[in-house]
C-alpha cells in the first residue's frame, strides 16, 4: 500500500533521523517495542547516492518490518536530488525526507542541511525538482531559523516549501544557532502547523511522556530522537500513550538485557560482528546511564569486541549492582 503522509494516523510518532544511530539495526529495534513508529533513516547524501557510493546506499538498506521507512537525503544540487529521488524509488523507501535542519558547522558551510534556511529558493527547488521526479512522497526536516526566529520568515520558508509539493514538515524547535543548547520552543511550531495544509510533526527536548502531552497541541504528531538513547522503551510509553493505555517499561539492566542482545544481534546481523559490535559500545554506554560506578563500567563496555564479551559483561554488572546496589531505573 502506497504510503501518504495525509493518510498516516494521528497523531503521528516518529523516531528522528540520527547519524550514527538510526541505522537498520536501530530502526529494528525501535519497531520491536513501538511497531507504530515512523522510522527515518540516517542522515544520507544525495550526492553519494548520485555517484554510487557504498556507504551512502549501506544506509538506505532495510527490513521489510522497518516500513514505513523514510530515507532521508541531504545535499544542494537540486538535480542531483531529482536523481536521488528515482533511485531511492527504486530502492522501495516508503518517502523520502529532505534534511534542511542539520545544524552541524561542517555541514552548514557546505551550504546543506540547515543552510538552506538562507538560500530559500534554493531549498523551494530541491523540493520542486524531487517532487517532480517521484511518485513517493517528499518531506522537509527544518529549523526555526538560521540566526534567530522571526514568525514572519519562518511562515514564508514553510510555506515556500509547501508550495514546492512538500507533503509533509518535521521542525525543530530551535535555531541553527543554537544548535541543542537552550530549550526547544513549540510555540513557532503551532503557527506553522495553523498556516499550512500538510501535517506537522513537533522535535526537541522531548523527553517524557509529560513532554508528549505538553508539546502536541495541534500539531499532527512528535519526532523523538536523543531520549531514545538506551531507552528504546520510551518509544512504547509513547505509542501506548497515544492510544490511551499505560506501557510499565523495564526498571532494571536485568529486564532490559534481552532487548540489548537483541540490539547486538541486529547490529551483528547487519554490519558484522567486529563493525557491529564497535557500533554498539556506545549503545551500551548509554544502556547503563544511571546506575552505580557507570564510569567504571561504561570503560570496559566501549571495549568489547563480540557478542559474548558484551553478555559477559553485562551479565557481571547484572550481579554486581544485585548484591547490595541500586540497579538502574529508565529516565
Known amino acids: 500500500m502506497t504510503f501518504r503522509w495525509k493518510d498516516q494516523k494521528k497523531p503521528m510518532l516518529c523516531l528522528a533521523p540520527m547519524e550514527g544511530y538510526t541505522d537498520s539495526a536501530y530502526r529494528q529495534l525501535i519497531k520491536t517495542v513501538a ?34 521507512l523514510i530515507a532521508q537525503i ?12 528515482k533511485i531511492l524509488e527504486d530502492m522501495g523507501v516508503d518517502a523520502i525526507d529532505i534534511n534542511m535542519g542539520c545544524p552541524s558547522g561542517k555541514v552548514v558551510a557546505s551550504c546543506h542541511g540547515s543552510a538552506l534556511f ?4 534554493l531549498a523551494q527547488e530541491i523540493v520542486y525538482q524531487t517532487q517532480k521526479a517521484t511518485t513517493l512522497d517528499v518531506s522537509v526536516k527544518m529549523r526555526l531559523g538560521f540566526d534567530c526566529y522571526t514568525e514572519e520568515t519562518l511562515l514564508e520558508f514553510a510555506k515556500g516549501l509547501e508550495a514546492a509539493g512538500a507533503k509533509h514538515l518535521a521542525v ?11 530549550t526547544a520552543d513549540f510555540d513557532p511550531i503551532y503557527k506553522v ?4 495544509g500538510i501535517s506537522v510533526v513537533g522535535n526537541g527536548d522531548i523527553k517524557s511522556v509529560a513532554d508528549v502531552e505538553r508539546k502536541l497541541g495541534i500539531l499532527d504528531g512528535v519526532m523523538i530522537g536523543r531520549a531514545t538513547y538506551g531507552n ?16 510499565n517499561p523495564p526498571t532494571t539492566l ?6 540489548i542482545l537483541k540490539q547486538c544481534d541486529l547490529s551483528c546481523e547487519f554490519k558484522g560482528e567486529k563493525v557491529g559490535m564497535m557500533e554498539m559500545r556506545k549503545h551500551l554506554a548509554n544502556y547503563i546511564h544511571g546506575i552505580p560506578n557507570a564510569a567504571k563500567y561504561r570503560f570496559e563496555l566501549v571495549r568489547v569486541e563480540t557478542k559474548k564479551d558484551a553478555e559477559d559483561a553485562l551479565s557481571r554488572i547484572i550481579e554486581e549492582t544485585t548484591n547490595g546496589l541500586l540497579t538502574p531505573v529508565l529516565q
Open 35 to 68: 511497531p507504530s513508529t515512523i522510522v527515518y533513516t540516517e542522515f544520507t547524501s544525495s550526492d553519494g547516492l548520485k555517484y554510487g557510493s557504498k556507504n551512502s546506499f549501506k544506509k538506505i538498506e532495510f527490513k521489510e518490518g522497518e516500513r514505513p
Open 74 to 85: 541531504f545535499g544542494k544540487y537540486p538535480e542531483n536530488f531529482a536523481e536521488c529521488a
Open 118 to 121: 538562507r538560500k530559500p529558493e
Open 172 to 182: 525543530h524547535g530551535r535555531t541553527t544557532k543554537q544548535q541543542y543548547t537552550g
Open 193 to 196: 502547523k495553523e498556516a499550512l
Open 232 to 247: 528504546p522503551w520510551f518509544m512504547a510509553q509513547v505509542e501506548a500513550y497515544f492510544n490511551g493505555q499505560e506501557y
Open 254 to 259: 536485568a529486564e532490559m538485557l534481552p532487548m
